[in-house]
């Protein structure tokens, strides 16, 4: 089992950044890929972004060029570097592991508790 802690979240002005952060323990050997989704009042839960072990990066379309998934694994820990936000990225960010990940579907086996961000217009 892996457990995932976000933090990082809170309110922001348009336009500006946030850094998101998940801290993973447990059976970290067994992640190949982790990542982050989002889920807004009165929307189905996305997909933001996710990397792999062996650097594979995919981004939405709604956040490219202003979201960057990172991944420190000295650390045990992914991040999301939120830059240039827009009220429409408010929503609960979610960190997530797929430990079967094999370079196809990103299908999530471990959810985190969730962070909030909400962003001002």
């Known amino acids: 089992q892996v457990q995932l802690v976000e933090s990082g979240g809170g309110l922001v002005q348009a336009g500006g950044s946030l850094r998101l952060s998940c801290a993973a323990s447990?059976?970290?050997?067994?992640?190949?890929?982790m990542g982050w989704f989002r889920q807004a009042p009165g929307k189905l839960r996305e997909l933001v972004a996710f990397?792999?072990?062996?650097?594979?990066?995919k981004y939405a379309d709604s956040v490219k060029g202003r979201f960057t998934i990172s991944r420190d694994n000295t650390k045990n820990t992914v991040y999301l570097q939120m830059n240039s936000l827009k009220p429409e990225d408010t929503a609960v960010y979610y960190c997530?592991?797929?430990?079967?990940?094999?370079?196809?579907?990103?299908?999530?086996?471990?959810w985190g508790q969730g962070t909030q961000v909400t962003v001002s217009s």
């Open positions: 997530t592991a797929d430990p079967h990940y094999s370079g196809t579907n990103y299908i999530p086996q471990s």
């Open positions: 447990g059976s970290i050997f067994s992640i190949s890929a």
């Open positions: 990397t792999s072990s062996g650097g594979w990066l």
